[in-house]
Structure formats: C-alpha cells, structure tokens
C-alpha cells in the first residue's frame, strides 16, 4: 500500500483521468493477479476459528477499532482471543508476540502496538507474522486461546477465514473504483464480495448525506451490511474552547480533525503526515515551539502515539505532552444483534 495516495484516486485533485486511463490496465493485470493468487491457494484451516477483519481498498477505514470491538466481544463471552497482524511498518518478520512495554512501532507496527497495548486487560493477545499461515501456527501451538481475530489480510488465500468482515468508510467509498495503483481498490469489487460474509460500512448516516456507499452496498451485496459508527469513547471537556495543535499521520486524518471539531475547541490547527509516518526530532521541534508560541494543547490519535513510544529526545517530550482521543465503535441494536448472531455462529460451528 503505497505511504501516500493520489488525490485523483478519490476525486480531490482535478486532471486524473489521464492517470487513471494510463495505470488502469496495471490495475487489471493486479486484479487479475490477485484472482489467479486465490485460484492456486490451498489455504491452512486451523483449529481455532479465524474471524478476518479487512477492507476493499488501500487505506484508512475503521478496521482498527473494529478489531478492538470483536476482541472485547469475545472477551464478554469468555473467550480469549489471539490477534494475528503482518505487522506493517515494523521490521521484525516473526512469528513473534508483541510486547507492549518492550517493543516500539518501528519493531512491530503501530496498529499491532495500539491493539495489544489495549487488550492488556482482556486476556488477548497479539502476534506478528509476515507469514500469515507460521502465524496462526505458533498461535496454535502456544495455547490458550480459543478463537483468532486476523487484522486486515482479506486478500491473503494462505489462511482459510470462517467470518470475513469488509470494513468501508461511507465518505470515501470506493473512490473511483478502479484497482491498485489506477485507484484504491484492492482487486476488482465484485471480485471481493465473494470473499466477504459481513460488511461493515463506518459513518454511513443519513444526516450527513453519507449513504451512497451503504445504499450502493446494500444492491450489490447479498449479506449483511451494516452501519458502525466511530466517535471518542468517552467525553471530553478538556477540548471545548481550548487551542489545539492536532497532528495525525494515519490514511484518513480528515475523520480524526472532524471528531476533534465536534467538541469545540476555540481554534484547531491540522497537521497532516503519510501514513504511518516514522515522526523525526524535527517533527516534533516543530510541533512542540507551535503550541508553546501559541498557548496550544497538542493532541494526536491513539495510532500516532504508539509510534511514538520507546522514543527519546524531542520525541519523548512530544509524547508525554501529546493528549489523544481514544476512539471506539459503536452499532445500533438491530445491527449489533446481526453482528452477536454472525459470532456466536462461527463460535458455535467450530466448537
């Protein structure tokens, strides 16, 4: 997944088309790859239920605090569960557990870094593998778990899933629905809703207009969709009428500054960086003289300050001044009982 997408992939750059016209037949020959890649499989079934959460395009949707959702889900059925990640972003290539208080995001990835320091609690676990199958393999042999949730690798045909949930985000789609690198599809989309049980579209609300996505789901898709919704899990009174300083580097920072201007602080200054941006010493210089010039409190995503762990210097003084908004996602009760029933379904067939 390339680090920065094209604007054009979602209509926000004027003048795309000819670069959608010239990288679509790479987009084909991809598409057609990704197929090819799932006809030859012979996929490793475990002895534990796979519960995969992914999505249809490169970047941000939601997966991560889905992912968060199920493993507590889980945990109130009594359940422990083992999160199986590729780690991206990080350099060790396990299988290896991750440790919150030992490894940093460059180590093992920020998003296996946020989910294992969050389920500390829960009795959940979380492994790295490049190799999605040796993964699930020292999952099985180091016991103690009773179902395996797998963060993104929908795409991947070495593990055989047995619920496969798409996570889209209602405002951004599909873009211009073409694949990789023409658009920000992973393969063709009709391709990829034979690979799916549920489908959960975030932020699709009525209110806001942002319905096209769930509506254009819900005719082309013969299964579930549902609508999540993801808001700060708690209040927070600190943000209204203060000065911030907001810096995200995640693929979809504009959900993130929207959560933030909800409260109503008194001025909001963005900062935007890739995705999963390494933050540098001068990165942090940077933001650290803008809120002390302007009396401003610094605030960033529960993701950015994982990579920002196990840092020194001017990095570890950003961090410990860095506020964040701890999200988490929420259902209405019809689509939570669709969702319960779906788990407690695959729970019960492999038991």
């Known amino acids: 997944m390339p680090l ?11 003048g795309g088309s000819l670069a959608e016209r010239l990288l679509t037949p790479f987009g084909d020959l991809y598409g057609a790859a990704v197929a090819r890649r799932f006809r030859a499989a012979v996929p490793y079934r475990s002895a534990l239920p796979v519960i995969c959460v992914g999505n249809f395009t490169a970047g941000g949707t939601g997966k991560t605090p889905l992912t968060r959702f199920l493993i507590e889900a889980l945990r109130r059925r009594g359940i422990a569960a083992a999160c199986l990640s590729r780690g991206y972003g990080g350099h060790l290539g396990g299988p290896v557990w991750v440790e919150p208080d030992r490894h940093t995001a460059r180590e093992v990835g920020d998003e296996p870094l946020l989910i294992a320091r969050g389920s500390q609690d829960t009795g959940a676990r979380v492994m790295v593998a490049r190799d999605r199958r040796a993964g699930l393999a020292a999952i099985e042999v180091a016991g103690g778990f009773a179902a395996v949730i797998m963060d993104d690798g929908l795409q991947n045909p070495s593990v055989a899933k047995d619920l496969s949930i798409a ?7 599909f873009g211009n629905g073409r694949v990789l690198p023409a658009g920000p599809l992973r393969a063709p989309l009709s391709f990829q809703l034979g690979l799916v049980d549920c489908i959960v579209v975030m932020g699709a609300d009525a209110a806001t207009g942002d319905l096209s996505a769930f509506d254009r789901l819900k005719k082309l898709f013969h299964g579930p969709v549902l609508r999540g919704v993801v808001r700060p899990s708690a209040d927070q009174p600190w943000i209204a009428g ?3 300083v907001a810096y995200a580097g995640i693929a979809n920072p504009e959900r993130f500054f929207r959560l933030l201007d909800g409260f109503g602080p008194q001025s909001l200054v963005r900062h935007v960086f890739k995705d999963h941006h390494p933050f540098t010493e001068s990165d942090a210089v940077r933001l650290l003289a803008e809120a002390e010039r302007t009396g401003a409190e610094l605030v960033t995503t529960e993701k950015d300050l994982a990579r920002l762990a196990g840092q020194s210097g001017a990095l570890a003084t950003l961090a410990a001044r860095s506020r964040t908004l701890p999200i988490a996602v929420t259902f209405e009760e019809r689509d939570l009982v ?3 029933a779906l788990l407690d379904g695959v729970l019960k067939g492999r038991g």
């Open 4 to 14: 920065e997408e094209p604007g054009w992939w979602y209509g926000t750059t004027r």
């Open 167 to 173: 996570v889209v985000d209602a405002r951004r789609g």
């Open 242 to 244: 203060a000065r911030l």
């Open 338 to 340: 669709r969702l319960d």
